[in-house]
């Protein structure tokens, strides 16, 4: 089992910064792909960003490419996700994921946090 705690959501004017952590817990923090997903209401989970085992391989959707950067740091078995340039249809909850095989779909993650929110107004 793998328990994922995410923070740092908030409150957040358009064009400001968050950066939003996931702590892991449980097994090897390292052989896991990791990703963040997010659902505004009456929504599907959308795709945002994953990274690799390591830090060399990294995807993002296409509503946040440019403006949020995935970074995890193995020893202290967290990743992180920054998001700048922040607009209001980013406004959602934002959720932590691991999985053995990762990708851009949900189903591929087994492991998920209770998800932090974020809000951004204008």
């Known amino acids: 089992q793998v328990q994922l705690v995410e923070s740092g959501g908030g409150l957040v004017q358009a064009g400001g910064s968050l950066r939003l952590s996931c702590a892991a817990s449980?097994?090897?923090?390292?052989?896991?792909?990791m990703a963040w997903f997010r659902q505004a209401p009456g929504k599907e989970r959308d795709f945002v960003a994953l990274i690799g085992w390591s830090n060399d391989v990294s995807s993002y959707g296409d509503s946040v490419k440019g403006r949020f950067t995935i970074s995890r740091d193995n020893a202290k078995n967290t990743v992180y996700l920054q998001m700048n340039s922040l607009k209001p249809e980013d406004t959602a909850v934002y959720y932590c994921?691991?999985?053995?095989?990762?990708?851009?779909?949900?189903?591929?993650?087994?492991?998920w946090g209770q998800g932090t929110q974020v809000t951004v107004f204008s």
């Open positions: 449980g097994r090897t923090f390292s052989n896991y792909a």
């Open positions: 994921a691991a999985g053995m095989r990762g990708g851009r779909i949900s189903r591929e993650y087994e492991y």
